[in-house]
């Protein structure tokens, strides 16, 4: 899409944006939409600046309309109107949904209802893969009433420290201000080299790559999940013919504790105990590794856990 050059501006990584935009629009007091589960760097800053933060609600593919339709209409019978609705609509950090078009019209109308800016994080965009595509960016479909920011961080490489902001040009101009007492300007070297980077193609035949790089990981990746899986079916089946003698059938018999119709002798019951302890033990192993590894948490403790510290 084409943008005017005035609605441009270029900070060091969508970090430096999400700082930016917070310290410009945010004042002690303020209501900012997140999303229930959001990126923590983001929450931070909104909170550092004196924000109350609301979550809306999620699914599967991202913000309930409905719900929010609610939310907002509870906060406007108190008086409450948020700054802004902070979202990353591709990719959503942590949950990895991708709020499907239907969902972005919604919200850009329920946006321009209650009279609220959008700030939309999409510094995920440019990592679909395996085919995935997304919808426009809620700004290439309402430019009016969103904030856009954007980072070749999660694309190209973190230590760039290069990302842009669109957003309508009297906002930027404001931004700009706001840069020059921050930093004066990002490194114009790289600027310039990411530039002529972009001209001559180089970044999308990158991206190409990377999203067959990814692709082919992700196959290895579940290869390597089945044969795990297969593994431990073979490991529990071990274990079973040990305990009864008999492979097969009764494997499945065991497995559901069915035995009303056999009489099995001591030794036999002593090997199923230790067949059933033994065939538990790589789940059991996994649970303790996973409640005293804090590195190696699940995705919903992860989750779960940002979702409490959050909006305590
Ligand atoms: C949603 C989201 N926004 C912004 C950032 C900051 O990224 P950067 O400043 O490297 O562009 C991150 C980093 O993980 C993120 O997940």
């Not at 589960?37 to 929450?43: S, T, W």
């Not at 504790?257 to 192993?285: H, K, W, Y």
Request: aromatic content about 10%.
């Amino acid at each position: 899409m084409d943008v005017p050059i005035d609605d441009v501006m270029i900070v060091t990584g969508s970090g430096q944006g999400i700082d930016m935009i917070s310290k410009l629009l945010v004042n002690p007091g303020d209501t900012v939409l997140c999303e229930e589960f959001c990126y923590q760097g983001a929450m931070r800053r909104f909170r550092q600046l004196g924000a109350k933060l609301e979550a809306m609600k999620l699914d599967g593919d991202g913000i309930v309309i409905d719900a929010l339709a609610a939310q907002l209409a509870a906060l406007k019978s108190k008086g409450i109107t948020p700054k802004f609705i902070y979202t990353i609509p591709t990719i959503q950090n942590p949950t990895a949904s991708i709020l499907p078009l239907d969902r972005r019209h919604a919200l850009l109308k329920l946006a321009r209802q209650h009279n609220i800016a959008i700030f939309e994080d999409e510094c995920y965009a440019d990592l679909l893969w395996q085919g995935v595509e997304a919808p426009p960016s809620l700004y290439a479909l309402d430019p009016g009433c969103v904030i856009h920011l954007g980072s070749f961080s999660k694309s190209l490489a973190p230590a760039l420290r290069l990302g842009y902001i669109v957003a309508p040009a009297a906002l930027i101009a404001e931004l700009r201000v706001l840069r020059r007492l921050m930093i004066r300007h990002p490194t114009a070297f790289i600027e310039r080299s990411f530039a002529q980077f972009l001209a001559l193609g180089y970044y999308d035949a990158f991206n190409r790559r990377l999203v067959a790089v990814y692709t082919l990981a992700a196959a290895y990746a579940g290869a390597a999940g089945a044969l795990l899986a297969a593994f431990f079916v073979l490991y529990q089946w071990l274990f079973f013919t040990y305990a009864d003698g008999t492979p097969g059938m009764r494997y499945a018999k065991i497995a559901l504790c069915t035995f009303e119709d056999e009489n099995p002798t001591r030794q036999q019951m002593r090997r199923r105990i230790v067949a059933l302890l033994l065939s538990a033990l790589p789940v059991g192993l996994g649970f303790v590794w996973a409640l005293f590894d804090d590195d190696r948490m699940t995705w919903h403790d992860r989750i779960s856990r940002t979702y409490q510290r959050s909006y305590r």
